[in-house]
């Protein structure tokens, strides 16, 4: 705008320029003919004045005329170009804003979401389709009123009005983002739940024109977002029960040989009192065995009741490698029978700030994994590795159980897929250890077969690599 105007000012002062140089021109030929007139009659006057000289000099003075009224002429011709081109400049320009406009008009249109502008005084100016539909009005009842009126804003949580506080948005120009929870209440008292935003319009002065609202409908959206955290919450209750189950298996594991000892040695007592052979050694022997048997059986008890404590949200910081030795401990029946070998390599000790009890049902899952694939094989080896990186941490299974086939490796993280891990139909799927490292501890879960050495054997297995933002760790 200001370049437009700078031009139009220079355009008028070179017309005014070439004015002023026509006029000076006309104005000094005139001066000149009225000298040679004057000349002439004084040589009239004079006798001695020579027919020749009055000639030369009306020539003379005719061949100025000709070349002011050339002039004359070309500053005109020259005036009417310039005043063509900054018409047709001055066209193209409003042509151009036209243009532009109508693209605006087309595009707020055609857009997704709701879009509504005001003026300066908070009326009104413009509402596409979209807002329309939501508002259940048409543009001619809404354009020229109050934003305040059409838009009925409340808090979904508290049922509470929510002020646009339009002035303010008008008066500082900012750009603000609306909390979430918003709710609109339509003319038929329709609820709809929505997301937006509210600008400022300025010119390129910087001078506040108005506002413009967008917002879009997240109705559906929210229903599906809860609709997911209700599916996540029978997920977790489902991963709780199967890890239940794999945790009563092992506790049962445990139980056997001190429930054992202690049977033997009550029958043992039994039998000698009965033969009259029973001494207080023996007798003392045998009870300090049984109240040992009852004490392991205790410890047992207190390893696994943290995994029947309910789940909370709550953040602890808890060091990766303890957690790995508890989880380890309830399978150390099971891994002993089966004569599975189990190596943690952790080259520090490495913090982490999460839900520990979640983190070690997530482990537990894994290494019931682990065990199903060796359980089979000659070389039953099983190892965790703990690595800090730059930007997180990584904790890896590897195990010797040859691999998974390579024509469902990318498949297994589906949901009700089964592999020849869960032959026996019990433990966490690998769907909803994914789901928990990712909704749980904003992680990510990746499984690889590799081969590998270990005491001069070449092995092979699946390795479960679980990703950890370090972010969210303590070292």
Same mark, same amino acid.
Request: aromatic share 8%; with cysteine.
């Given at each position: ?127 596409? +389709?979209?807002?329309? @539909? $939501? &508002?259940?009005?048409? /543009?001619?009842? %809404?354009?020229?009123?109050? !934003?305040?009126? =059409? ?12 002020? +646009?506080?339009?002035? @303010? $948005? &008008?008066?500082?120009? /900012?750009?603000? %983002?609306?909390?979430?929870? !918003?709710?609109? =209440? ?25 506002? %413009? ?263």
């Amino acid at each position: 705008m200001k370049i437009n105007k700078l031009k139009n000012l220079i355009l008028l002062i070179t017309l005014i320029i070439i004015f002023l140089i026509d006029f000076g021109l006309i104005a000094n030929i005139n001066n000149k003919w009225n000298e040679t007139l004057k000349r002439i009659e004084t040589l009239n006057s004079e006798i001695s004045l020579k027919e020749e000289y009055i000639k030369n000099a009306l020539e003379k003075r005719n061949e100025e005329f000709k070349w002011a009224l050339f002039l004359f002429v070309l500053s005109n011709f020259i005036g009417v170009i310039l005043l063509y081109l900054y018409r047709k400049e001055k066209n193209e320009y409003e042509q151009k804003l036209y243009d532009e406009k109508e693209k605006a008009i087309i595009t707020l249109k055609s857009i997704g979401d709701a879009v509504i502008t005001i003026d300066e005084n908070a009326n009104v100016t413009f509402l596409n +389709l979209v807002a329309q @539909k $939501i &508002l259940h009005c048409s /543009k001619e009842e %809404v354009i020229g009123k109050k !934003i305040n009126d =059409i838009l009925n804003l409340i808090d979904i949580k508290t049922n509470k009005p929510i002020d +646009l506080e339009i002035k @303010k $948005i &008008l008066r500082l120009g /900012k750009i603000r %983002v609306m909390d979430e929870n !918003i709710g609109l =209440i339509n003319k038929n008292n329709k609820l709809f739940e929505i997301e937006d935003s509210v600008a400022s319009i300025k010119n390129k002065e910087g001078k506040i024109l108005g506002a %413009v609202f967008v917002f879009h409908d997240v109705t559906e959206q929210n229903k599906y977002r809860k609709k997911l955290v209700e599916n996540e919450k029978i997920m977790l209750q489902q991963s709780k029960l199967s890890a239940m189950a794999d945790m009563l298996e092992n506790m049962a594991h445990h139980w056997r040989q001190p429930l054992s000892l202690i049977s033997t040695l009550a029958t043992g007592l039994k039998i000698k009192k009965q033969i009259n052979d029973l001494d207080d050694n023996y007798l003392i022997e045998s009870l300090e065995n049984i109240n040992q048997s009852s004490q392991n059986l205790s410890k047992i008890i207190d390893d696994f009741t943290i995994f029947l404590r309910p789940t909370n949200k709550k953040n602890d910081y808890f060091l990766l490698d303890k957690s790995l030795e508890k989880v380890i401990t309830i399978f150390q029946s099971n891994l002993k029978e089966n004569n599975i070998k189990v190596n943690i390599n952790t080259k520090e000790k490495i913090g982490f700030y999460g839900c520990e009890n979640e983190l070690m049902q997530i482990f537990i899952g894994i290494i019931n994994n682990c065990i199903d694939a060796v359980i089979s094989k000659k070389d039953r080896f099983i190892f965790i590795d703990i690595y800090k990186k730059e930007k997180e941490i990584e904790v890896s299974f590897l195990d010797s159980g040859g691999g998974i086939p390579n024509d469902i490796i990318d498949r297994i993280f589906e949901p009700y897929f089964t592999t020849k891990y869960k032959t026996q139909g019990k433990g966490i799927s690998l769907y909803i250890i994914e789901g928990m490292v990712k909704n749980l501890f904003s992680g990510i879960i990746k499984v690889e077969n590799e081969n590998f050495s270990f005491k001069d054997k070449k092995l092979s297995g699946a390795k479960f690599s679980i990703f950890l933002k370090l972010e969210e760790t303590l070292v």
